[in-house]
């Protein structure tokens, strides 16, 4: 089965710094991925998502960008965070083949002081 | 603009009660209505719907899609302490690359 793994779980950073989230799939081969925040724990907006390497597309425009440089692999980025990027950011994966079901990673807690 | 509307947004019940969450949802495209159980980490699935009246169940939870009205219930029998979580109702539209929108969630409180 698969396991969707997301790294750091806690991340303070100050304004203006820059930002590299990890995401990591095991048990499973060319899945869709997806970026979600979550703010103030409720509702999940998406971010990005992407159907293969080096494919993004972008939900909403904003100061983050993400990157997928291999198959098992999401990257979500800022050059410079603001404040309002805190927040709850979450992982998740469509398997290949399967319907409509996304399974989330444990999510990375990220507070911009 | 899809939309995905629940309801109530926040609800606190006694152990041993039975509660109704709703969702009712607007989409162009629709494809299948997702449940997800949110303690503190990362949402859990519970069920996927696609069928209008066919209800799904497990355990104590069970749940059933209306797709001529638009909306979708989660039914919760005989609450635990353990229930108590954001329930956030999710639906999946568009084309082979669909995406799920998501609605703002209603957090349940079961107190003993």
């Known amino acids: 089965s698969q396991t969707i793994h997301q790294w750091p779980a806690t991340l303070v950073q100050p304004v203006g710094s820059p930002l590299s989230l990890e995401c990591t799939v095991e048990g499973t081969s060319n899945p869709n991925l997806y970026w979600y925040r979550q703010a103030a724990g409720r509702g999940l907006q998406l971010l990005f998502y992407s159907v293969g390497i080096g494919q993004i597309s972008s939900e909403v425009p904003q100061n983050l960008s993400a990157s997928r440089p291999q198959d098992r692999q999401f990257i979500l980025s800022s050059k410079k965070l603001l404040l309002s990027d805190s927040g709850f950011y979450l992982c998740a994966a469509r398997l290949a083949g399967s319907q409509e079901t996304q399974y989330f990673g444990p999510g990375t807690r990220l507070l911009v002081l | 603009e899809d939309k995905v509307v629940q309801s109530p947004l926040s609800l606190v019940v006694h152990e041993g009660d039975t509660v109704t969450l709703n969702c009712s949802y607007e989409?162009?495209?629709?494809?299948?209505l997702l449940w997800y159980k949110q303690e503190k980490k990362a949402p859990t699935f519970l069920f996927m719907l696609?069928?209008?009246?066919i209800e799904k169940k497990s355990g104590r939870l069970s749940s059933i899609l209306d797709k001529k009205e638009l909306f979708s219930i989660l039914n919760i029998t005989a609450t635990q302490t353990g229930d108590s979580a954001i329930y956030l109702c999710a639906v999946a539209s568009g084309g082979s690359n669909y995406k799920l929108t998501f609605g703002k969630g209603t957090l349940l409180t079961v107190n003993p």
């Open positions: 989409v162009t495209n629709f494809r299948s």
């Open positions: 696609t069928s209008s009246g």
